[in-house]
């Protein structure tokens, strides 16, 4: 294709965009693959070797494409690309919503436990459409640090692609972290290799392993250190208060025309013979799922508005019956401080908060004494915890909480204490502490 009809393909997918148009964008994107590898094969990253742009393109051509298809349109006006680098599709993004600040952020520290929050600056150029950029983002840990230095609920649009595979030390701990910068009503698009892809079942049949090799020059996050399932990233993002609005795999390339490839140490790459129809009728044989054996996981969530218009529901003062509470979950994070427990009287303090926090005022915790006979619940008094709230990257500073009950208001017989979580807008999550008092 020409330079003259790469553009105004481009133009078109753009025009499409700024008119929220996702039928109409989606269609266009079907038939500019051509005009899309043209424009991304001009592109020439500082500091990269020889050939780096056409192993790079050819690699990743489909994937930006299935990864655009997902974008809900209107996009919003500010978006951020975590993991930004090497700037391909940056750079489709900034062609594809001129109107939008779309904003970066990358890690190339080796050190995986560095909590240093600091910037870097990279050029690049496309000779071929006389273009040129600097990007300059912050650089920072997203396993580490506890909160991003970017505004709060500021963003409408995140992409996420990529780079979870990628994560080492705490790689869940991003969730929520990621979730406080969506604005209410914002979006998430994430992307990352598939687990249990058609690709690794045709090396363990052919005996190759399907591990990433080591990548030295890029350290420990250069290589993938642990993939994940589409119904896992399903669930941690349900759990992290994000609701899933599309889920699905993709292929990369047609494995009934394409062979699938190798990379091992036991050889140079090796492309097997295997076709995709034979390793399905493998999986269908042995009774084993055919669904969602894609190349990656593609995923769009969103940050759900809060309602409005509802009054907020507060613990009542003072102890009261309770029906049981829900089964303990991963929803509550919390541990206790300290138990000063006598005849006469329980102390509790300690930190709660719930996993989809949202930060907003109304959000409670009770205590909960349970019994083979009976249940009762007592509102805690929140306390300041900026150690806390800055540890897991919180929405609000007092995530602690105190309560002291009289034993003498309470029946006689032992009970089992654990804490329960609410607020405007959130599940109710239930923590068991894994701790008794007794009574009488």
């Known amino acids: ?166 994560l080492v030390v705490n790689p869940l701990s991003v969730f929520r972290k990621i979730r406080r910068l969506l604005a209410p009503g914002g979006h998430i698009v994430i992307s990352l290799p598939n687990a249990v892809r058609l690709a690794n079942l045709a090396c363990l049949l052919d005996g190759y392993n399907y591990f990433d090799l080591y990548h030295p020059e890029t350290g420990i996050h250069g290589r993938h250190n642990r993939e994940f399932t589409l119904e896992e990233v399903k669930t941690l993002l349900d759990l992290h208060g994000l609701v899933v609005c599309r889920a699905e795999t993709r292929d990369r390339f047609d494995y009934d025309e394409e062979p699938f490839v190798v990379v091992d140490y036991s050889t140079e790459p090796v492309r097997l013979a295997r076709r995709q129809q034979e390793l399905q009728g493998i999986l269908r044989s042995a009774g084993g799922k055919l669904a969602d054996r894609g190349d990656n996981l593609y995923l769009l969530a969103q940050r759900p508005w809060p309602p409005t218009g509802m009054p907020v529901p507060r613990p009542e003062s003072g102890l009261r019956t309770c029906p049981p509470p829900p089964p303990d979950s991963a929803g509550a994070m919390a541990f206790v401080d300290a138990m000063e427990d006598d005849a006469s009287r329980l102390a509790v303090t300690g930190w709660a908060f719930l996993t989809d926090e949202s930060g907003r005022d109304g959000e409670w915790i009770e205590l909960v004494l349970r019994s083979p006979e009976r249940c009762y619940a007592m509102a805690c008094a929140r306390r300041h915890r900026g150690d806390v709230a800055s540890r897991f990257g919180l929405e609000r500073d007092d995530p602690g909480f105190q309560v002291t009950i009289d034993k003498a208001v309470l029946p006689k017989g032992s009970y089992r204490l654990g804490l329960l979580l609410g607020g405007p807008g959130l599940r109710e999550a239930f923590h068991d502490l894994s701790m008794e008092t007794v009574v009488g």
């Open 1 to 166: 294709m020409s330079s003259d009809e790469i553009g105004h393909a481009l133009d078109r997918l753009t025009e499409a965009a700024k008119a929220g148009d996702p039928e109409r964008f989606r269609g266009l994107l079907s038939t500019s693959k051509a005009a899309v590898r043209g424009y991304l094969m001009g592109i020439e990253l500082e500091g990269t070797p020889p050939g780096f742009t056409a192993r790079y393109v050819g690699d990743a051509l489909q994937r930006f494409l299935h990864t655009l298809d997902l974008i809900p349109l209107p996009a919003g006006p500010r978006i951020l690309e975590l993991g930004a680098n090497p700037y391909f599709f940056h750079i489709l993004l900034r062609r594809f919503f001129p109107d939008a600040m779309v904003e970066g952020a990358n890690f190339f520290d080796h050190n995986i436990f560095s909590g240093e929050i600091g910037s870097a600056t990279h050029r690049v150029r496309n000779p071929r459409f006389a273009e040129e950029w600097t990007f300059s983002y912050p650089t920072f840990n997203l396993e580490v640090v506890p909160r991003y230095p970017l505004p709060a609920a500021s963003f409408d649009l995140i992409f996420f692609c990529e780079t979870l595979e990628h």
